[in-house]
């Protein structure tokens, strides 16, 4: 379920993605009771807002856990019978689940109402996966899920250019800077070597995380000098697509040199031949075999002979009379 990326206010590190430990009691915040306007009182004027996550944990109150066997019995009728109404009475009931799991990285990302509704989804995985005879009950199951959308949700949107795309960056990302404390506490000295031994990574891997964590990210509209505002940005440092000014020269010279060796060939070749190399060997658009064939009265299968050999002579002749030839025409082409 794609999501519009939020950027932090603040950058979360490892260090921010390590989840805070909540105590298993650990019930929803409290929600403030609206006040009776009849009843008795001082009267206020004042309107406190509330806000989206303060209303969304007050719905939550009318969605109330479900005992285990409940739980079986629903899952039992989605497995077996499909019954979407059963899998949406399980999704509501673990809502609550969804809010305890999100709360732990709220240090990570501004909004929690972002990282829930990403749990949410990946609660809605897990009930879809969920099989009743594994003797599993849905929350043990379901916590792998939940955690695992909201850290890709983390990972995903906390920078402009995305990292972590595979799984080893993904490990490297949430581990490399808690494995290298852990490392510094024992006494080890850490380098690249070790932490790519410890995490079950290529060492280039290490190298590169460790780069691209150390540096913040840049905008290409930046001034590439800070003294310096309007003038060039990094991005008028980029090369420009295709060709280099001196890869362009280069080439437009060995055209030229190429079509001089051309022209020295076809002095060569007697009228036939010289028709063949020019209509069908250098044109853009080439003429048919037939259409050549009935100009001479030949078959469409004598002026594929006659170019293919012809191909093969004006290959020899260049090879020998042009430097380099090998080079720049690879693999025999």
């Not at 020019?278 to 050549?292: D, G, H, Q, Y």
């Amino acid at each position: 379920m794609p999501l519009s990326p939020r950027d932090p206010e603040s950058k979360a590190s490892d260090e921010l993605l390590v989840p805070e430990v909540l105590e298993p009691e650990a019930t929803l915040p409290a929600v403030p009771e609206e006040r009776d306007p009849t009843a008795a009182g001082p009267a206020s004027t004042a309107i406190e807002p509330v806000s989206a996550l303060t209303r969304y944990m007050a719905q939550l109150r009318h969605h109330a856990p479900i005992s285990r066997e409940e739980e079986h019995e629903l899952a039992l009728r989605w497995y077996n019978d499909g019954d979407a109404d059963a899998a949406r009475q399980m999704v509501l009931a673990n809502l609550r689940l969804v809010v305890k799991i999100a709360m732990e990285y709220r240090r990570a990302w501004t909004n929690t109402l972002d990282l829930i509704q990403e749990g949410n989804v990946g609660l809605l995985e897990a009930v879809q996966r969920f099989d009743p005879y594994k003797n599993v009950k849905l929350t043990s199951y379901a916590v792998y899920w939940i955690r695992a959308y909201i850290l890709k949700y983390i990972l995903d949107n906390m920078r402009s250019t995305r990292i972590g795309t595979t799984r080893a960056e993904r490990k490297l990302f949430f581990r490399l800077n808690k494995e290298k404390r852990r490392l510094e506490r024992e006494g080890f000295e850490v380098h690249p070597k070790l932490l790519a031994e410890r995490l079950d990574v290529t060492e280039d891997d290490v190298v590169a995380m460790e780069a691209r964590l150390s540096q913040p990210d840049l905008s290409l509209n930046a001034p590439a000098r800070r003294d310096e505002e309007g003038g060039a940005t990094h991005g008028d440092q980029m090369p420009a697509p295709g060709l280099s000014a001196e890869e362009a020269v280069g080439d437009a010279e060995l055209r030229q040199v190429f079509l001089e060796r051309v022209h020295e060939f076809s002095e060569t070749l007697d009228e036939r031949e010289t028709q063949i190399l020019r209509e069908r060997v250098l044109a853009e658009e080439p003429r048919t075999l037939a259409e050549i064939g009935e100009d001479f009265g030949v078959s469409r299968e004598r002026v594929r002979q006659i170019e293919a050999r012809l191909v093969k002579r004006l290959r020899e002749y260049i090879r020998e009379n042009m430097v380099d030839f090998d080079y720049y025409v690879p693999g025999g082409e």
